[in-house]
């Protein structure tokens, strides 16, 4: 088992920035691809990005490429998501995932742990 928790949410004015964390525990952290997922009201949860097991190579969506960057630290078992540039519709929960392989972050997308997410609300 993974445990997940999130924090760094909060409430921004648009422009802003905001840093999330992801603190894992549990079975061996550097082992796992993690991801970050959103879900504003109303709509469907979606991908946002996703980083492999070593930290070499990273994905986004289209909507957040060139302002949201995802790392991790596995000496801290910790995994971040800098955000720059918010706009209004970055509202949502964010929900930290992890699983054994990218593909189930970006592909599938059905990562096999979730954190219990955190609200990010930007104001215009």
């Known amino acids: 088992q993974v445990q997940l928790v999130e924090s760094g949410g909060g409430l921004v004015q648009a422009g802003g920035s905001l840093r999330l964390s992801c603190a894992a525990s549990g079975r061996t952290f550097s082992r796992y691809a993690m991801g970050w997922f959103r879900q504003a009201p109303g709509k469907e949860r979606e991908f946002v990005t996703a980083?492999?097991?070593?930290?070499?190579?990273?994905y986004y969506a289209d909507s957040v490429k060139g302002r949201f960057t995802i790392s991790r630290d596995s000496a801290k078992n910790t995994m971040y998501l800098q955000m720059n540039s918010l706009k209004p519709e970055d509202t949502a929960v964010y929900y930290c995932a992890a699983d054994s392989t990218v593909h189930g972050i970006v592909v599938v997308p059905t990562p096999t742990y979730w954190g219990q997410g955190t609200q990010v609300t930007v104001s215009s």
């Open positions: 980083i492999n097991w070593s930290g070499d190579s990273t």
